[in-house]
């Protein structure tokens, strides 16, 4: 139950006492001289008992004792109402809880309506093991069924691309030699973040609403998805637009603490995608690891 708590503020005054200066023994001797003058006191007049008894009676006639004030009986229990605010605490958890999952259904399917889109997206990596942080950026591309494409403009030319069969990881920025191929089969499919994070979610995810941030200008609703089972993320955290529900931004938090942001911006659902945009070749001079 909601308590109102006053808060007393006390106040102290401090008083000071001045000394005064002068001669003492003249102010004793001044005192002395000065004699108040002597008042004959009559003799005191004994009254016999019975006279006393009957003014005292008088007295009380004429000034009667009040009388005492009647107790109060006494009450019931004080029962507080309670308060809109207690209501809405003890309703929030299931309320949140429900326009969570709702908002996550809404996503779901705004998601499942696109068949293709594109975006600029902002990448912040974050690894606390190694004490290090990347921001990247560039263009993203998506297209029912199983083709995505992350290519880079910064660090340029680095790109990730599923073609529907394979996944390929092509990071010249950081060895030119080098290209990772993965089968979709495999668990290729999890850099589609949308796929990942937006497919059958009710059933892999425990969805929390978090409040309404805005990205890009846009306001967007704060969910937490927790994974029900096994994954390789520890929690993700979507920013679903409340206009149209597509997500704006996404926050991984994998098993190692390594914390990855994307933000996207000039979103554009069901956009027309060229067939070169899935497909990759490594380049002549490369060795691809099977994975």
């Known amino acids: 139950m909601q ?25 004793v001797r001044q005192a002395e001289a000065v004699q108040p003058a002597k008042v004959a006191v009559p003799a005191r007049r004994v009254l016999p008992a019975r006279p006393l008894v009957e003014a005292a009676v008088r007295s009380e006639k004429a000034y009667p004792e009040a009388p005492a004030p009647a107790l109060a009986p006494e009450s019931a229990p004080v029962v ?9 605490t003890a309703e929030e958890a299931p309320a949140a809880q429900a326009s969570a999952a709702a908002i996550l259904r809404r996503a779901e399917a705004a998601n499942t309506a696109m068949r293709s889109f594109q975006a600029d997206f902002v990448q912040d990596l974050s690894v606390p093991l190694l004490g290090s942080s990347q921001r990247s950026r560039g263009r993203m591309y998506a297209r029912q069924p199983g083709r995505f494409s992350m290519r880079f403009t910064a660090p340029a030319g680095d790109l990730v691309v599923a073609d529907g069969r394979n996944l ?10 080098q290209v990772i191929k993965t089968p979709m089969a495999a668990g290729g499919d999890q850099v589609d973040f949308q796929k990942q994070f937006l497919s059958n979610s009710a059933a892999r995810y425990n969805a929390v609403l978090n409040g309404t941030e805005s990205v890009g200008g846009r306001p ?7 994974p029900k089972g096994q994954s390789p993320f520890r929690k993700v955290r979507i ?15 994998e098993e190692n ?17 060229p067939d070169a945009i899935f497909s990759f070749t490594p380049p002549a001079g490369t060795q691809v690891f099977q994975q």
Do not use: H, Q
């Open 220 to 226: 967007a609703n704060v969910l937490t998805l927790t």
């Open 80 to 88: 507080e109402p309670t308060l809109p605010a207690e209501r809405e």
């Open 257 to 273: 603490e390594s914390v990855r942001r994307i933000e996207l911006s000039n979103l554009r659902p069901n956009a027309t995608i």
């Open 168 to 177: 390929w990881l092509y990071y010249p920025s950081t060895d030119k030699k």
């Open 3 to 27: 308590r109102s708590y006053i808060r007393i503020l006390s106040a102290f005054m401090a008083a000071g006492l001045a000394a005064c200066s002068g001669s003492d023994g003249e102010a």
């Open 239 to 253: 920013w679903v637009d409340t206009r149209d529900a597509l997500v704006r931004r996404f926050e991984i938090t």
